[in-house]
């Protein structure tokens, strides 16, 4: 459960120099997005449902509205971002923006990131605005980062995608998968928040985009794609939020593993129509290729 041998590593300026920031984050270029840590009461195997809910237009979501788990948020390579998360729960929290190359303070543990000063806690009822740098296109994860056990089985994490600069995300194209535990118990594995999903159709013409993320504590999954016994074919494109070189991204059979903190992309085309199955750990998933 994210435990372990651990130690922290404080990086300092080269000798004769001063820190300072890459970005200008009063530029008007700057995005600006509002993530509300939210929960619910239930009855179930943690006292909460509790998520993070992206504010998607002037209105503020609900106070007890959760999102199991939180929704894709996207993003563009080179555009700097901040978000606000705000605190809705009845404890602290804190998120961390997992893979992505930013400023220690934003980084998201809790009394450790930072030069300096270091980032706190976000209490309930106040807010923390983090800075993100976006290097790279890919795949990533976000996700609490205090009393990780109760707040990410309870639904406090989502996948976060980066697109280069004037790509659009296509949801009829562009596939996430974020595997999540719904409880403290390692059987209780959900893959975007339900254990049972509704078939998946998707065009055979042209290509498309699966995205692979393993937020469970403390597991590895194997993720296959299969028709009947055969294993179906499709291409490598990313790991861990980098695109791999272009020797890495042969076709080739639709099985991979994932472990805890991992993401994993691949492209699939020209595939047959028909009924294949998506399995993801011990979830499968019917996916109807017409």
């Given at each position: ?41 239930r009855k179930g195997p943690t006292p909460f449902a509790m998520s993070y809910v992206l504010q998607r237009d ?91 056990v109760e707040q990410v089985t309870s639904g406090m994490y989502g996948p976060i995608v980066v697109l280069e ?126």
């Amino acid at each position: 459960h994210m435990a372990g041998l651990v130690i922290g590593m404080n990086v300092t300026p080269r000798k004769g120099r001063r820190w300072t920031a890459t970005e200008n984050w009063s530029a008007p270029n700057v995005r600006k997005l509002h993530l509300f840590a939210t929960e619910r009461p239930r009855k179930g195997p943690t006292p909460f449902a509790m998520s993070y809910v992206l504010q998607r237009d002037h209105r503020l979501p609900a106070m007890d509205s959760v999102d199991l788990p939180g929704q894709p948020i996207v993003l563009t390579r080179g555009e700097p971002t901040q978000i606000t998360v705000v605190n809705r729960a009845h404890e602290g929290t804190a998120v961390h923006w997992h893979g992505i190359e930013l400023e220690s303070y934003s980084d998201g543990v809790a009394g450790w990131s930072g030069f300096g000063k270091l980032a706190p806690m976000i209490a309930p009822g106040d807010s923390f605005t983090a800075r993100l740098s976006l290097p790279r296109a890919g795949t990533f994860i976000y996700h609490t980062h205090l009393n990780d056990v109760e707040q990410v089985t309870s639904g406090m994490y989502g996948p976060i995608v980066v697109l280069e600069p004037g790509e659009k995300f296509d949801r009829s194209r562009d596939h996430v998968f974020t595997i999540g535990w719904d409880g403290p118990k390692a059987s209780s594995v959900v893959v975007n928040g339900d254990s049972v999903a509704p078939p998946l159709i998707l065009d055979a013409a042209g290509t498309h985009r699966l995205r692979f993320v393993n937020i469970a504590p403390a597991a590895v999954y194997t993720i296959a794609l299969i028709r009947d016994t055969t294993v179906a074919t499709w291409r490598p494109r990313g790991k861990d939020g980098a695109d791999l070189p272009m020797g890495l991204r042969k076709p080739g059979p639709a099985v991979t593993r994932l472990d805890a903190g991992e993401t994993f992309d691949a492209e699939i085309e020209h595939l047959s129509p028909g009924d294949y199955t998506l399995n993801i750990g011990p979830r499968k998933r019917r996916v109807i290729v017409r």
